[in-house]
């Protein structure tokens, strides 16, 4: 992928720098928020001022540009620049090493209001840097009895916790179908978060079944940012019946119907967000896994930023080590080398990493959540994360006790990479229960 160098005069986030025509004209951060969801940011003019005169027309923002050694991508229509690579905060990053991540151009940074004092130490980090920092986390309104109230009382305590006044994305968390973003009490509170100038722009993070859930979201119109879950195994697969010839399936985008999303998302220029960019683990055999100068790491980065549909890749940069090995892929394009190396891991791994496509959970008669329930078992065993794992169980039964495996093969059956089973149910609800 060859990405124009273009520069754009505009702050580390992107935006563009306004003064107002008339000097005794004074806009406040949140008045100038509410005007901007009435108008201005449809035209491209966001928070900030400076350099252009109200009553102009914004430069187009570029879809890539380059400040010193990142690269920024745009995120859709929100026309904010983001750092190829972000900073992922399950869990965040150390505060030594979140702010040489800053320090070095990462100006993306995605929590949770379930992530362990993600967002507090987000807030630490970014107070008195807030200007140059994009901040997107998220709330889970299932359960709430008013979810218009709920969703609104669960932004107050994100902006305490992460010390600022307004959220650039606040998301619905986990979106499992599309009415979990557009019913009216989920739309009320975003309509008057905005309003208030609490929050820019409205966004969903989906782990499952991104057909179904999200190309609705991006056709309805009022989605400017969906976080989905993509890598390499999004993309490649080797069928079961392939495991020992060790044929490996490329065009899994199309046939899955994945590449669908990414035209829907660009058609309706929503931004993705791409997270489990490290789908399968990055750390086995790391001495085999090299390739042109590029670590499995770096190759599942360059990977996903492949896709031109993608503007940024989370990525959980818990040391230096880690910061310096992901900054490397930035920028940089993916290699016949780097694809022969995906593929020996995608074929090596591919039994052990579910797609999250919700094909096993469709054909379930039980409806049970088994894409959620293999994410656990990925988290455990693929990224070394039993405490986590145990945490997001605990989140899926949290309204009750999961209904029985009836041990029929409907999932197996309907799994095309040969992952989904009524044993690997059981053995989730074995070591995590």
């Known amino acids: 992928m060859s990405l124009p160098q273009q520069v754009l005069t505009s702050t580390p986030c992107g935006e563009k720098r306004i003064t107002p025509a008339n000097d005794s004209i004074q806009l406040s951060r949140r008045e100038f928020v509410r005007r901007g ?41 929100t026309n904010l620049m983001v750092s190829e690579l ?27 209001a379930g992530y362990a004092g993600g967002e507090e130490r987000i807030g630490e980090v970014t ?3 807030r200007d140059s920092v994009i901040i997107s986390t998220k709330c889970f309104p299932y359960r709430m009895a008013d979810p218009t109230a709920g969703v609104i ?31 009216d009490p989920i739309q009320a509170a975003f309509e008057q978060l905005k309003t208030q100038g609490k929050i820019r722009f409205a966004g969903v993070s989906c782990h499952t079944d991104p057909v179904r859930v999200l190309i609705p979201l991006f056709e309805s119109g009022k989605l400017d940012v969906a976080i989905m879950a993509f890598n390499v195994f999004s993309g490649n697969t080797v069928k079961p019946e392939d495991v020992k010839a060790g044929k490996v399936y490329d065009n899994w985008l199309a046939d899955s119907g994945l590449q669908s999303v990414l035209d829907s998302a660009k058609q309706h220029d929503v931004g993705l967000v791409a997270m489990k960019t490290m789908g399968g683990g990055a750390l086995q055999k790391p001495d085999a896994y090299q390739a042109d100068g590029s670590t499995l790491a770096q190759a599942k980065i360059k990977w996903v930023l492949s896709q031109d549909a993608v503007a940024t890749a989370l990525s959980e940069v818990l040391s230096y080590e880690i910061l310096d090995e992901n900054l490397g892929a930035v920028g940089k394009t993916l290699t016949p080398g780097d694809q022969a190396l995906l593929r020996e891991h995608v074929r090596e791994r591919s039994a052990s990493v579910c797609r999250m496509c919700g094909a096993c959970q469709r054909a379930c008669p039980a409806k049970l959540p ?36 009836g041990a029929c093969t409907a999932c197996a059956q309907a799994c095309p990479h040969g992952v989904a089973g009524p044993g690997k149910v059981e053995q989730t609800r074995g070591v995590l229960a």
């Open 86 to 112: 972000s900073i992922g905060g399950s869990p965040s990053p150390e505060p030594a090493v979140f702010t040489e991540a800053l320090d070095r151009g990462m100006n993306f940074v995605d929590t949770s």
């Open 127 to 129: 107070e008195g840097r």
């Open 153 to 183: 009382a669960a932004c107050e305590t994100a902006l305490g916790k992460l010390r600022t006044d307004h959220l650039d994305v606040w998301c619905i968390h986990g979106v499992g179908a599309p009415e979990h973003f557009l019913a």
């Open 37 to 77: 969801a009435l108008g201005a940011v449809g035209v491209g003019l966001t928070l900030g001022s400076g350099a252009m005169m109200l009553g102009q027309e914004a430069p187009a923002t570029p879809r890539v540009e380059k400040r010193g050694d990142m690269v920024y991508r745009r995120l859709g229509r």
């Open 370 to 405: 088994i894409p959620d329930l293999l994410r656990c078992l990925t988290y455990r065993d693929l990224h070394y994360k039993p405490a986590y794992a145990r945490q997001v169980y605990r989140e899926i039964t949290a309204a009750g006790p999961l209904p029985a495996c």
